[in-house]
Nanobody, 122 residues
Framework: QVQLVESGGGLVQPGGSLSLACAAS????????MGWYRQAPGKEREQISC????????YSADSVKGRFTIARDDARNTVHLQIDDLRPEDTGIYYC???????????????WGQGTQVTVSS
């Protein structure tokens, strides 16, 4: 059974940091690009960042460049998102996703996690 399980969300003050993790199981992550999406309240889900199987960053949203860092650890079947200098507009549900098989990009996805809530507020 394929599963993506996110963790690490929470309530943080503006300027703070969080480290999100996504644990993958039931498929070989090495054959997929892995990415993070975000859905802010009242908005559509948007792609934040994507890393391909060769650890190349194939997408990073302008709104998070320089603040968010994606990394994958295929040996542990995990994908991380380090988020720094958080802003209130970063509030939302953060989802982990696996691309379609052998893709370098996360625009089309095969698997999704359930999401983890990130709230940035003072």
């Amino acid at each position: 059974q394929v599963q993506l399980v996110e963790s690490g969300g929470g309530l943080v003050q503006p300027g703070g940091s969080l480290s999100l993790a996504c644990a993958a199981s039931g498929f070989n992550m090495e054959h997929f690009a892995m990415g993070w999406y975000r859905q802010a309240p009242g908005k559509e889900r948007e792609q934040i960042s994507c890393v391909n199987s060769r650890r190349q960053i194939t997408y990073s949203a302008d709104s998070v460049k320089g603040r968010f860092t994606i990394a994958r650890d295929d040996a542990r079947n995990t994908v991380h998102l380090q988020i720094d200098d958080l802003r209130p507009e970063d509030t939302g549900i953060y989802y982990c996703a696996a691309s379609i098989f052998l893709s370098d990009y996360c625009d089309e996805t095969d698997y999704w996690g359930q999401g983890t809530q990130v709230t940035v507020s003072s």
